[in-house]
């Protein structure tokens, strides 16, 4: 694979800029994992800059495009690209409290106690970071959840005149990622959904903690893939953003499966001691070969937190100008949504608040004492949909045992969630427990209430995601 000639556009730099904050960052921390970062710094410049409806100003509007950094140790990657790109801070309903999500201040601080920068991103610490992720295989699970909630808000909530729900998902994911079983899992719900919103951009380094990932790891994902209904891209260059855009493009216009790019690269690219060895992987490259992949870069070498002039400029011409114009057409049809649709307007106020409708709990029933009792399943399915019905945006369903447990939704309009029909709120994950918690945390994550119901002694398969839904 070629080393892209160092040039001085500002493409380049900015791409360059992202891997010198994370370089810098880690190895002041003298702790985490900068390879990752160096090597995916053009997909998260491609992603922000140039695809993705993203308003740094507005970080919870609900029509943006969603991130999913799933290799939650490339945590840097994140962190860089929301400074430069300017997002704001915000409560975790958007609400601004000022100033900027990460600061350059935060990004010095990565990983120590209060700064919302840590090991791993973490939901609710720093507008930006859509979900907590670093448990391998974790965030691609929730990517599945946050594409099934679009999917739904649409069917629900869009007219024929009013299109208030129609972004994507895009998760990057590492091998481990893919190596882990719930993403398997999440890709079989996907491409049986036929998600054409989802698209994972796989970072196919050949690299793992242990070493080449021959030694555990042989199978062809692009088949695999294929072979779970998935629209299989190839870019071999992480480098060409132009190809990357290409692919993207393609993933755009495919409108019947979920896409997986899979894109070669190499961890701790430009560090001529440690690029492509697994040495790059989850240590600091020491100051001297920080310095010698900065020459790399042509950026100045004794400079620490560089944001070399026009870097910020570059990124609010960019994803800037793109963002503000697509959430202020949004902010036109909301105002005309609610207009014309004032009892779906509230529910989706309700939604965006985080809050529930009132008289949630109206209906919820009373049971006497009674000596023989009744099931729990029964009396659990009683007041499940005894909410559901009051909450409209309540949506869920079992591993395969709704039946058994109870936790179909009954009434009249509940309906079912199914390829190409996704208006139900009664969902199927198959047996497949630990892909349905981290989708129900994604579901929960888009502001939809998710649940996910199995047997008690099954939910251990459930408890990745669980932990992550609970802290
Ligand atoms: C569920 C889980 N198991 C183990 C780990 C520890 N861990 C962090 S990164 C990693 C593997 C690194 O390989 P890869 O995913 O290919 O990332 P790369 O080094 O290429 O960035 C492991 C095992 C983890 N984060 N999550
Ligand atoms: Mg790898």
Known sequence: MPMTATT??????AIDTIRCLSMDAVQTANSGHPGTPMALAPIAYQLFQNTMNYAPAKPHWPGRDRFVLSCGHASMLLYSTLHLIGVQATDRYGNPTGGESISLEDIKNFRQIGSVCAGHPEFAEAAGIETTTGPLGAGVSNSVGMAMAEKWLAANYNTDDLTLFNYNTYAICSDGDLMEGIATEAASVAGHLKLDNLCWLYDDNNITIEGDTELAFSEDMGKKFEGLGWNVLHVDDANDVDALGKAIAKFQACGDKPTLIVVKSIIGYGAPNKQNTHGAHGAPLGWDEVALAKKSYGLPEDEKFYVPEGVREHFAEGVGKRGATASSQWEDVWTKYQAAEPTKAAELKAMFAGELPEGW???I??????????????????????????????????????????????????????????????????????????????????????????????TDYMRGGMRLSSI
């Not at 058994?404 to 079912?416: C, R, V, Y």
């Open 365 to 458: 029933p009373v049971f006497e004492a009674d000596a023989k009792g009744d099931a729990t399943r029964n009396s659990s399915g009683k007041v499940l949909n005894a909410i559901a019905k009051n909450v409209p945006f309540m949506i869920g369903g079992s591993a395969d045992l709704a039946p058994s447990n109870k936790s179909d939704l009954k009434f009249e309009g509940a309906g079912e969630f199914l390829p190409r029909q996704y208006k139900g709120r009664n969902l199927h994950f198959g047996i497949r427990e630990h892909a349905m918690s981290g989708i129900a945390n994604g579901l929960c994550l888009s502001g939809l209430r998710g649940y996910a119901a199995t047997f008690f002694v099954f």
């Open 8 to 13: 001085t556009d500002n493409q380049t730099l």
């Open 361 to 363: 709990d109206k209906d």
